[in-house]
């Protein structure tokens, strides 16, 4: 089954204890990207990558990083959580070309205090 | 920059009736993508549909339509005959031809009432 998969689905942390949020595709696709969404603001962009160690900041990317070694792996990381970054996560990827719609994960839920 | 705009926070509708919900964009760019996904209260974001600033056909997809117009830089979408299920939060969302950052609308929530 074609699917984006996230891990952890809901993780409650404290401030400045770093985490990963893990994000797989199995669709062979080039494109993929890191969206938080917040109330009232929608889904913003906060990295993406176009392929294989080239990655791009979005809208929001201030405390977070990416890395992308291998195509099918685009792992969040929060080097030192803060409670602003409270919220949902979701992983999307999509082929290269920007007719294509993006897939998405199923969504992390993330709360730190 | 790219910008979507939502202008409808929640619309409360009975069941049956039919509702519209609002997108307008702002883009440089000539070519451009313009999509519409569905966030049911299970969370997950399910792809609706897409269009390219080159095709304004309307489209209709069983009781949803779609009605793009460059003029005015909207991409409005229709759910006719509402059900309770369609009850969700529905976002628009604005890609270049540069293939490189997808923006979103902040979203309409969208309650359908038995």
């Known amino acids: 089954e074609a699917q984006v998969t996230q891990n952890p689905r809901y993780l409650i942390t404290v401030t400045g204890k770093k985490l990963t949020v893990t994000c797989s595709q199995n669709?062979?696709?080039?494109?993929m990207s890191w969206y938080r969404q917040d109330p009232g603001l929608g889904l913003r962009q906060i990295y993406y990558?176009?392929?294989?160690?080239?990655?791009d900041k979005g809208d929001v990317p201030e405390g977070y990083k990416v890395s992308r070694k291998e195509k099918r792996n685009f792992p969040l990381i929060l080097e030192s959580p803060s409670p602003n970054q409270t919220s949902l996560y979701f992983c999307?990827?999509?082929?290269?070309?920007?007719?294509?719609?993006?897939?998405f994960g199923p969504g992390t839920r993330l709360t730190v205090l | 920059a790219q910008k979507v705009t939502q202008a409808q926070t929640e619309i409360s509708v009975v069941e049956k009736e039919d509702v519209t919900l609002d997108c307008v964009y702002e883009?440089?760019?000539?070519?451009?993508?313009l999509f519409w996904y569905k966030q049911p209260p299970s969370g997950e974001l399910v792809f609706l549909i897409r269009?390219?600033?080159?095709?304004?056909q309307n489209e209709i997809s069983g009781r949803y339509s779609w009605n793009f117009q460059k003029s005015t830089s909207s991409f409005n979408f229709t759910i006719t005959a509402s059900q309770v299920v369609d009850s969700a939060v529905y976002f628009c969302?604005?890609?270049?031809?540069?293939?490189?950052?997808?923006?979103f609308g902040s979203g309409t929530q969208l309650t359908v009432l038995p």
């Open positions: 269009r390219n600033s080159f095709d304004e």
């Open positions: 990558s176009m392929n294989v160690e080239v990655t």
């Open positions: 969302a604005l890609r270049p031809g540069s293939a490189r950052q997808l923006t």
């Open positions: 999307a990827s999509s082929h290269r070309s920007s007719y294509n719609e993006q897939f």
């Open positions: 883009t440089r760019d000539t070519t451009y993508y």
């Open positions: 669709m062979n696709h080039e494109y």
